[in-house]
């Protein structure tokens, strides 16, 4: 165990989630009702980091006469979260000291009564002895307990519906759906820490409103057709506000989180609006034959408001088919089910909310000159509906009285004129465009297997296997481009999707290599690297990703285990990036292959001779004292840290029992 894993110890705390639930709920002949309440409580692994939740479900329905029957379902819930945890890389994600950049001979403990003693930012990286400000990093538990977050939203959902059963095999629904929350979050930054001290807050409205008419068919046509048919209409409305604001140049008295606490007359806030609303039609039929053969076909119209007039209506067709061929062989008597299925689907996908035409920003006033500007992202009115378009075939078996199974599906999608902003010329005076852009194909294999080897009365043993693989490729992009950019990150390491590459290649800095692929090191025995950071260095994607799960039964006791595989893919380890470079981590010492130690100056036969050849060939033999950074970022490109994504987890282990059902058996 490193020394930084050794400090983590000691800074993490134990995990725990307590939950408590009550229920009421009642039923007559002519309907029913639940009432349920749980309260909910999260402690994380990091000091002064909670969630609460406190829920409420009511659902109910009642026969107003036997052919209308009214329905409502509501749910409420308040969650409150405080010290959330910190990502990215900034002085709020404490996990960065402990792999990057910490002093070896720094105790945690010490920092934590260091902390405790005053309140205040009290740390091992100050100015000077002189100059106790701390500087790169503050001290984790002033982190924890003074820069924290804090969060709360409350949200209401649910349905009130009413369905006439016209006859008993066709009946009405009408309903009317709400998805509503409202949340408020909040970010400080205390005086005294290495950033200048803040406070912000963040206010969120979302409301969507579903309406819903829609008519079910089913009936036997005959002995041997059977229709379920489906039509309707839906209308969805969406509204969406927010304010967001936060102090400037600092706080005026410490530990005082309030706008008006602003060292410096704030700007003005940002707010958005934006509604959209999508209105549609949908039918549905599916038609089986003697239980064997089934016929599925669905359609649906949309048309949106954030679309243009003269191109705002998209559409999702789809038809399946499947064939339960084990019913036509019925003397097969080892076969247990036996069904091939194919469909085959077109998706629509409307641009977001304020898209299409531009708009001004007002930023801050000069002087009393009010200012209005335009924004760095150029709309566009000329967008046209996203489409996916996919295909999927496959097959399902049963044998020996459903002891052993399989399930093999081979699909391709390709997703074509996507939504999204690219970066453009800042010479236009944007740096983005919303755009249709890509084509994306996705196409793989998934296998599902599952057996009974064991099965008596008192014990049963089964195993399910999964196991898919996918592969990806951007086909087309936006004009002539032929790379977008979907991230970057520290390091210069960039995600992107290039045109005839997998989507999600990582780009950065690579090695220089010779005609027989090998690394090329310069004179002073280190590395060439790429005068640019473009290069491919990386790929996401897995090779395939599967999974084990076992169970085993006996009596009333059920063991059960699961394990996750994933092969291939790649990650780019800032940790390793850094902590190679400060000498943090357990690579940087030891002993090099002549039993030297590799911190030794190599005139003492110490550090390190980086496997290579020269420009002639020649095989290196330049061995480099270990300093800052020779082994992390700064004679290194970042092709080095890019490391294999496989793994093989634990995902599940369980052990449970189940009373016997003569103890709940009624008198």
Do not use: C
Not at 400 to 422: A, C, E, K, M, W
Not at 505 to 528: M, P, S
Not at 576 to 603: D, I
Not at 649 to 666: D, G, I, N
């Amino acid at each position: 165990m490193g020394s930084g894993q050794k400090r983590s110890a000691y800074f993490f705390e134990d995990a725990f989630s307590t939950s408590n639930s009550v229920m009421v709920d009642g039923a007559n002949d002519k309907g029913f009702f639940k009432l349920g309440y749980t309260k909910n409580t999260e402690k994380g692994i990091l000091p002064n980091s909670r969630i609460n939740k406190d829920i409420i479900n009511l659902g109910t329905s009642y026969n107003i006469t036997p052919k209308l029957t009214a329905g409502a379902s509501m749910n409420f819930s308040r969650v409150r979260g405080t010290g959330r945890y910190g990502t990215g890389y900034d002085s709020k994600n404490v996990a960065t000291n402990f792999r990057q950049w910490w002093q070896t001979n720094v105790d945690v403990k010490e920092q934590k009564e260091a902390y405790f003693a005053e309140r205040k930012n009290a740390t091992w990286n100050f100015a000077s002895p002189t100059n106790l400000n701390p500087i790169y990093w503050d001290n984790n538990y002033f982190v924890r307990y003074e820069n924290y977050e804090n969060d709360d939203r409350f949200r209401y959902f649910g349905n009130v519906s009413l369905t006439y059963h016209i006859t008993d095999w066709l009946d009405v629904l009408g309903r009317v759906s709400l998805d509503s929350y409202d949340e408020q979050q909040e970010e400080r930054m205390a005086k005294g820490s290495v950033d200048v001290s803040n406070y912000s807050r963040y206010n969120r409205t979302f409301r969507e409103y579903n309406y819903d008419l829609m008519a079910n068919f089913n009936k036997d046509l005959s002995e041997d057709f059977n229709l379920k048919a489906l039509a309707g209409l839906n209308i969805r409305r969406t509204k969406i506000e927010s304010v967001f604001a936060e102090t400037n140049g600092g706080l005026v008295i410490d530990r005082l989180y309030s706008l008006a606490n602003s060292l410096n007359s704030i700007a003005p806030p940002t707010e958005t609006y934006s509604t959209l609303g999508v209105d549609g039609i949908f039918a549905s039929v599916s038609l089986g034959y003697k239980g064997f053969l089934f016929l599925d076909l669905t359609g649906r119209r949309d048309e949106s408001s954030s679309l243009p007039d003269n191109n705002n209506t998209y559409y999702y067709p789809s038809a399946s088919l499947g064939l339960l061929f084990s019913k036509l062989l019925p003397d097969v008597t080892w076969l247990s089910y036996g069904k091939v299925r194919a469909n085959y689907a077109e998706v629509g996908n409307t641009a977001p909310a304020k898209s299409l035409k531009d708009t001004y920003d007002k930023p801050t006033s000069f002087d009393a000159i009010t200012l209005f500007s335009l924004p760095l992202r150029k709309n566009n009115p000329d967008l046209k509906p996203e489409r996916t378009k996919s295909f999927e075939t496959g097959v399902e078996l049963a044998f020996l009285d459903h002891r052993f199974g399989l399930d093999v599906t081979y699909y391709r999608q390709n997703s074509t004129d996507q939504i999204f902003p690219v970066t453009i010329s800042s010479a236009t005076g944007y740096e983005s465009k919303f755009v249709n852009a890509g084509d994306v194909e996705n196409k793989g294999v998934e296998l599902s297997a599952y057996a009974t080897p064991v099965r008596t009365t008192d014990f049963s043993w089964t195993i399910n296997v999964n196991w898919s693989r996918n592969r990806n490729k951007v086909l087309r992009l936006f004009e002539d481009s032929k790379n977008l950019q979907l991230a970057s990150f520290p390091g210069g390491v960039t995600l992107n999707a290039a045109l005839d590459e997998p989507y999600g290649t990582i780009r950065g800095r690579n090695f220089v290599y010779n005609e027989k692929g090998q690394k090329l090191v310069d004179d002073d025995g280190f590395y060439q690297r790429t005068p640019g950071a473009n290069e491919i260095i990386g790929n996401v994607n897995p090779d395939w990703i599967g999974g084990i799960g076992t169970t085993l039964r006996y009596k009333g006791f059920t063991l059960g285990a699961l394990v996750d595989v994933r092969k291939g893919g790649d990650v780019f380890s800032l940790d390793m990036y850094y902590g190679l470079a400060t000498g943090l981590l357990a690579e940087t010492a030891g002993n090099n292959e002549l039993g030297k130690p590799v911190r030794s100056a190599a005139a003492e036969d110490g550090g390190v001779i980086f496997p290579g050849v020269d420009d002639e060939g020649k095989v290196n033999d330049k061995r480099v004292t270990v300093g800052y950074g020779t082994l992390g970022y700064s004679r290194n490109p970042t092709a080095a840290f890019v490391y294999d994504a496989s793994y093989v987890k634990l995902r599940e282990l369980s052990l449970t029992y189940s009373f016997p059902q003569v103890l709940m058996a009624e008198d």
